[in-house]
């Protein structure tokens, strides 16, 4: 049960208190946290494009994803396999975001369980914006001789920008709040109905 005293004001306080401290652990956890939205991003992205990813790998804190697609090589002669690489940080940063808002409830109202379950809930919408990424990359940033080797219709190539766009602009923080929200249905809702009874009187 929520307090009836409950403050926006103090949670929103709390939880800039604890943004800081989530990002500084979030990234130098952040390769840990970008296994399953990788490995999930690949088998999605050979699901669309059959044998579209020959390799995984990882550079520092990117991905590489090494591809059956070809591009020249430096001397003009030989042809190497197009790598796309994308950073995943740009999409798990919702993580520290949902870990804040969590810790700044109540200690009488915090879960451990729902904390864990709404992060593994963010990993299917990080993997969204790797393929969305990925698609984008081969599509209109790699030139046209990788384009060309894809065979996408017009629509398909809309609908990769349409999905990355949203994926990179509106989908973490949207991520973030709707699980939030989820995990703390109960929470809600008695505030709702908190606030409801304070209006009647």
């Not at 952040?30 to 790998?57: C, K």
């Not at 609908?159 to 973490?172: E, I, R, S, T």
Request: proline fraction near 5%.
């Amino acid at each position: 049960m929520p307090q009836s005293n409950f403050s926006p004001a103090r949670y929103f306080f709390h939880v800039v208190l604890w943004l800081p401290i989530f990002f500084v652990l979030w990234y130098y956890l952040a390769g840990m946290l970008s296994i399953v939205p990788a490995h999930l991003s690949e088998w999605i992205i050979n699901l669309i494009s059959p044998g579209a990813v020959v390799q995984l790998d990882w550079v520092n804190r990117e991905l590489e994803y090494v591809t059956r697609y070809t591009v020249p090589a430096a001397d003009g002669v030989r042809t190497g396999h197009a790598v796309v690489s994308i950073n995943p940080l740009l999409y798990s940063w919702n993580i520290p975001v949902l870990l804040a808002l969590c810790y700044a409830v109540s200690d009488k109202l915090f879960s451990n369980k729902r904390v864990i379950i709404g992060v593994i809930a963010l990993l299917p919408m990080h993997a969204w914006g790797l393929v969305a990424e990925f698609f984008v990359n081969v599509l209109f940033r790699m030139g046209d001789s990788v384009a060309e080797q894809i065979e996408a219709a017009q629509w398909q190539q809309e609908m990769a920008a349409l999905l990355y766009q949203f994926g990179y602009l509106m989908l973490p923080v949207i991520g973030a709040v709707s699980v939030w929200f989820l995990v703390n249905q109960a929470w809600v809702q008695e505030l709702i109905n908190s606030s409801g009874q304070r209006a009647r009187d």
